[in-house]
Antibody, heavy 122, light 107 residues
Framework: EVQLVESGGGLVQPGGSLRLSCAASGFTFSNYWMTWVRQAPGKGLEWVASLNADGSVEHYVDSVKGRFTLFRDNNKNSLYLQMNSLRAEDTAVYYC???????????????WGHGTLVTVSS | DIQLTQSPSFLSASVGDTVTITCRASQGITSHLAWYQQKPGKVPKLLIYAASTLQDGVPSRFSGSGSGTEFILTIRSLQPEDFATYYCQQLNGFPLTFGGGTKVEIK
């Protein structure tokens, strides 16, 4: 059974840092792109960042570029999101999801984790 | 960046109705579009990918159509468990983007 478990969220002051983790099981983690999506309270979904299977290609939404870093440890089946210089507008539930539904050209997200809440407030 | 505009943002319907939700892209994305369902307090669930392919386990009352810039999610014979918020997402290129969502509520 595919499972994604996020951790590392919490309350942090503006300007602070957090590292989110996503532990994967039930599939060959090292074969798939991984993505973080966030959802601010009462708001819609926002794509944050994606990382390819071997960790060599990363993409970020403009609002987090230079502040967030995505990396993975394929030996530990884990994905990480290092978040620095946090702002109030980063407050959200952060979900990780694998691009596990494959067509010939794209990898669609399924089996999302339950998310971890990040609250940025003084 | 590719913007996705969903309409309507809110709709009220009855059990048994057929509802359609539209997702318009600011530029062509061929068929690189997914639809998700999210119930309150729950995780988004993939319904449709590649614009029209039903994900395993998703009831056949859900269907997707379209290509290029206009896409439609249709739910036939709406069931009580279908009342939720629906999002489209484009995977044509980075940054990946989601539509603003359509909340389907019980009339």
């Amino acid at each position: 059974e595919v499972q994604l478990v996020e951790s590392g969220g919490g309350l942090v002051q503006p300007g602070g840092s957090l590292r989110l983790s996503c532990a994967a099981s039930g599939f060959t983690f090292s074969n798939y792109w991984m993505t973080w999506v966030r959802q601010a309270p009462g708001k819609g979904l926002e794509w944050v960042a994606s990382l390819n299977a071997d960790g060599s290609v990363e993409h970020y939404v403009d609002s987090v570029k230079g502040r967030f870093t995505l990396f993975r440890d394929n030996n530990k089946n884990s994905l990480y999101l290092q978040m620095n210089s946090l702002r109030a507008e980063d407050t959200a539930v952060y979900y990780c999801a694998p691009g596990i539904v494959l067509t010939t050209t794209r990898a669609y997200l399924d089996y999302w984790g339950h998310g971890t809440l990040v609250t940025v407030s003084s | 960046d590719i913007q996705l505009t969903q309409s309507p943002s809110f709709l009220s319907a009855s059990v048994g109705d057929t509802v359609t939700i539209t997702c318009r892209a600011s530029q062509g994305i061929t068929s690189h579009l997914a639809w998700y369902q999210q119930k309150p307090g729950k995780v988004p669930k993939l319904l449709i990918y590649a614009a029209s392919t039903l994900q395993d386990g998703v009831p056949s009352r859900f269907s997707g159509s379209g290509s290029g810039t206009e896409f439609i999610l249709t739910i036939r014979s709406l069931q009580p468990e279908d009342f939720a918020t629906y999002y489209c997402q484009q995977l044509n290129g980075f940054p990946l983007t989601f539509g603003g969502g359509t909340k389907v509520e019980i009339k």
